[in-house]
């Protein structure tokens, strides 16, 4: 008995974690470049939409991914543009993004299916085949994406790069680093990560994209990644914790009950994950060290 | 200040908007100028449409308000809606409790109050309820910034659902008429509702639920306004919001500030529970706002941190609420959905060209 809640606990956490590793992945890219990424709510939001209509368009849950990053890769370039091009706040920026994720996928799909709530659902021949019975290929892909960003953030001239680009720019342009472009292209490699969260979210977790049905991840992602302090294996491990706790809810639901006999009320459930983001991100803000150049826009000075 | 430099930004931000939405309105397979005139002829074309589109600034001033004080400290209050929520149940709960409420139940009266306060006595508590829970609310993220640095952002992202998730749990499980099919509580005494601007004003038509929170909320725009630029602790907000650091040398204590500027922040927010519980609905409904609290922050950007700028900016997305009921009901494709798009197109134009709004200080880091 006790051997099945753990499996299924674990298996839990798991596809939990799944959509936030990769966002908070994306969101490491952009912060070490410089740039806040509060918008990966909207870029998930952008990867599950266009990944399910994709899917449920042309029936290849394989189209259905690559659109979802690209749809997120070209919501990146407008956010990458307000704010490095023409300086915006990033963080007001990115909730413009964010507001517009929320409007959009609902007037398309008004327009397609005749729902702004909600798209149909993917038929089961069109989704894409698991390892196991409860672990995805995208569980695979987030788990397996920690140690190559590892890599490519410290072990490769880009990664050396970037991360100079975020913590002195001026020093970095000193030395021929283009800041501008350096900047462009690594907020561009975080919407397609986050949208890799999104289209996990919509085609593989669940089967049909609905409204807001990020629910707060791409903020909890970046809580994840302040816990982390900007680092990829620590990311990993701030993201499991999070799943643990999003599948000890949805685990404890039904399992343990009140002197009463009754369930514990669903909303006290759905508040765990975000008090435990509050206290942890009041807890560990203090030993975290943000990038230096973070939400300052560059100026190359002549 | 030249006036032109002031409006000629959020201008074209507002075109820009509508260019975006005429082109996505096109793109959905409907007519940009038809949905366009449906939403103007039905938000100025009568006295009637006038007060409806009043009616729906009035909970945009509020937050517009709210989101352009944190603003003016250095502060992005993304936490309205929930603060807003939190406070319209409070209002509730003291107008059920002490306004002598009966509720029916399967034939029988049931008696759901303490005590049955007057009228003069109600109407204060409960707006007082109203505000200190909103203030509550927003204090919360503002004592985490000033204690332990986290980021606003976040927190009261995090606070409104956690606010949201609360207080539809007391609806639910206490504070809800059995058999009810919608989550509302019961409705509060007649001695906590305040009147409806037609019950003394009579050319107002009959059906137009503006109520003295109107009122409330040009008041609010004129005492923001000597507060921020007019006492001590207004100049030491701004300061902070101007130059954190500088502040700091010049002997004002920026922690204290943050908490201050959320506090007051949720505060307005909270103010929007007087309008709608006490005066147009009578009950807390759960999801009865139609996003004012996000709202707000285009508002305030629109407005530029100015309580006059925020009147105007919350009367133009009163026309956009008023009209786009319309534009829902008459055109094939377009929905409410729009608003989204139109807001996030306006926010990105201000904050992409309005370069003068910026802070000095250094963005605030995540």
Not at chain 1, 68 to 86: E, P, R
Not at chain 1, 141 to 168: D, H, M, Q
Request: aromatic share 12%; net charge positive; proline share 4%.
């Amino acid at each position: 008995m006790t051997d099945i809640v753990i499996f299924s606990l674990l298996f839990a956490t798991i596809r939990s974690a799944t959509p936030l590793i990769f966002a908070a992945l994306g969101g490491l890219f952009s912060e070490r470049s410089g740039v806040i990424n509060i918008a990966l709510e909207g870029l998930m939001l952008a990867g599950a939409f266009t990944a399910a209509v994709v899917t449920l368009q042309t029936h290849n849950p394989y189209f259905g991914f690559v659109a979802g990053l690209i749809a997120g890769a070209a919501l990146a370039l407008v956010y990458a543009v307000a704010c490095i091009k023409f300086e915006a706040d990033q963080v007001v920026a990115g909730m413009a993004i964010n507001f517009l994720m929320i409007g959009l996928p609902a007037l398309i799909s008004g327009v397609i299916y005749d729902s702004t709530g909600s798209t149909p659902q993917i038929a089961l021949a069109d989704k894409m085949p698991m390892v196991t019975n409860s672990l995805s290929w995208g569980s695979i892909l987030a788990f397996a994406l920690v140690p190559a960003c590892w890599y490519i953030l410290y072990k490769t001239p880009f990664g050396l790069r970037l991360r100079a680009v975020g913590e002195n720019p001026a020093a970095a342009d000193a030395a021929g680093v283009n800041v501008i472009r350096f900047r462009y292209t690594a907020v561009m490699i975080s919407g397609i990560l986050a949208a890799a969260g999104g289209a996990y979210l919509s085609t593989g977790q669940s089967s049909l994209f609905t409204k807001q049905m990020t629910a707060g991840r791409g903020f909890i992602a970046l809580a994840a990644l302040i816990l982390a302090k900007w680092r990829p294996v620590p990311v990993l491990l701030a993201c499991l914790f999070f799943g643990f706790t999003e599948a000890l809810t949805i685990t404890i639901q039904g399992m343990i009950k009140l002197p009463s006999g009754e369930g514990i009320p669903v909303q006290f459930i759905e508040m765990i994950p975000y008090v435990l983001t509050i206290i942890v991100l009041a807890g560990f803000i203090g030993t975290s060290r943000a990038p230096k150049a973070l939400g300052i826009p560059y100026k190359k000075e002549s | 200040m030249n006036i032109i430099r002031e409006i000629f930004w959020p201008l074209v931000a507002v075109l820009a908007a509508f260019l975006v939405g005429g082109v996505i309105i096109l793109l959905l397979g409907d007519n940009p100028i038809t949905a366009y005139s449906l939403l103007l002829s039905n938000s100025f074309g009568s006295l009637r449409d006038i007060g409806w589109t009043l009616h729906y600034a009035t909970p945009l001033i509020f937050t517009g308000l709210a989101v352009a004080v944190a603003f003016r400290c250095g502060l992005l209050n993304i936490g309205a809606e929930g603060q807003l929520y939190v406070a319209a149940f409070a209002a509730a709960w003291v107008g059920i409790k002490f306004g002598g409420a009966m509720v029916e139940i399967a034939g029988k009266k049931e008696d759901w109050s303490w005590m049955s306060l007057p009228a003069f006595l109600l109407v204060p508590l409960c707006m007082i309820a109203a505000i200190a829970a909103g203030g509550l609310w927003g204090a919360i993220p503002g004592y985490l910034k000033a204690r332990f640095g986290s980021h606003e952002v976040i927190n009261t992202i995090m606070l409104n659902f956690i606010g949201i998730a609360l207080v539809g749990y007391f609806t639910q499980y206490f504070y809800k008429v059995p058999g009810d099919p919608i989550q509302r509580t019961a409705e509060i005494g007649e001695a906590a509702q305040i009147p409806r601007l037609n019950e003394f004003l009579t050319f107002i038509p009959y059906d137009v639920p503006l109520n003295i929170a109107f009122l409330l909320a040009l008041l609010m725009c004129v005492l923001v306004w000597a507060f921020l630029w007019k006492t001590k602790w207004g100049y030491e907000l701004r300061a902070v919001g101007e130059n954190p650091s500088a502040a700091e040398y010049g002997g004002i204590s920026a922690k204290k500030q943050v908490i201050v500027a959320m506090t007051i922040s949720g505060m307005l927010a909270g103010m929007i529970g007087i309008g709608e519980v006490q005066g147009t609905r009578h009950h807390f409904e759960v999801g009865f706002s139609a996003d004012w609290g996000f709202l707000g922050i285009a508002v305030a950007l629109l407005g530029r941190n100015h309580p006059l700028g925020v009147l105007i900016a919350a009367i133009f997305f009163g026309v956009l609420s008023r009209g786009e009921i319309f534009v829902d009901a008459f055109t094939r494709y377009v929905s409410k959905d729009l608003g989204w798009v139109l807001q996030a197109v306006i926010i990105l134009f201000v904050a992409s060209f309005q370069t003068y709004t910026r802070r000095k200080g250094g963005a605030t880091k995540i």
